[in-house]
């Protein structure tokens, strides 16, 4: 439900999005299911293998002319793109695993054009230490008001967060936001 709310924060289909961490390309293949051309980004080649096979298997063509999904090696502090190339820019948990989020999110402002939109889901400010070690996360979380701090630092306005209770009681996870802006015009 919060892969949806995210995606109908992006973008009218036609426009270009970059998936910042795809991973797997679940995401990217969501995406592109909306009539989205996709350029999905991450720092593991194996990752983006298993993209490529998972998209390819429901019937994408990737990297062929006219695709719907590219797939590009980088990272999120320093993203393959040019500046303005894509409409929108998205990283769904991602940000908690980046060395430098604030730069992070000031590559995704880079690339979008003017107009254009950055979305970011991620964890709340939390205390799950569990995460560390099981998943490898390096930032438990993030205030709103630093997401708000950074989004604006980057460039970025009419800046939105949206909290989300953690979704399974039974197991210690956080919450959620939701963040989105807009690129000056």
Not at 22 to 49: C, F
Not at 83 to 104: F, W
Not at 124 to 140: I, T
């Amino acid at each position: 439900a919060l892969r949806a709310r995210a995606i109908a924060h992006l973008a009218p289909p036609g426009w270009t999005v970059c998936d910042v961490g795809t991973g797997t390309g679940i995401l990217a293949k969501e995406v592109a299911r909306l009539g989205l051309r996709v350029i999905a980004v991450d720092h593991s080649p194996r990752m983006l293998e298993a993209a490529r096979s998972s998209l390819e298997s429901e019937g994408y063509a990737v990297e062929a002319a006219g695709s719907a999904v590219e797939l590009r090696l980088g990272e999120a502090q320093a993203l393959p793109l040019a500046d303005g190339e894509v409409n929108a820019a998205l990283a769904h948990m991602v940000l908690h695993y980046v060395p430098q989020p604030a730069e992070a999110l000031r590559e995704m402002a880079r690339v979008v054009k003017p107009g254009g939109v950055v979305v970011v889901v991620d964890f709340v400010r939390h205390e799950a230490e569990w995460m560390r070690e099981e998943l490898g996360v390096l930032w438990l979380g993030f205030p709103a008001d630093e997401i708000v701090r950074w989004l604006g630092d980057a460039g970025l306005e009419a800046i939105r967060v949206e909290h989300f209770a953690s979704p399974s009681p039974a197991r210690d996870l956080p919450g959620t936001f939701l963040a989105s802006a807009r690129k000056p015009a």
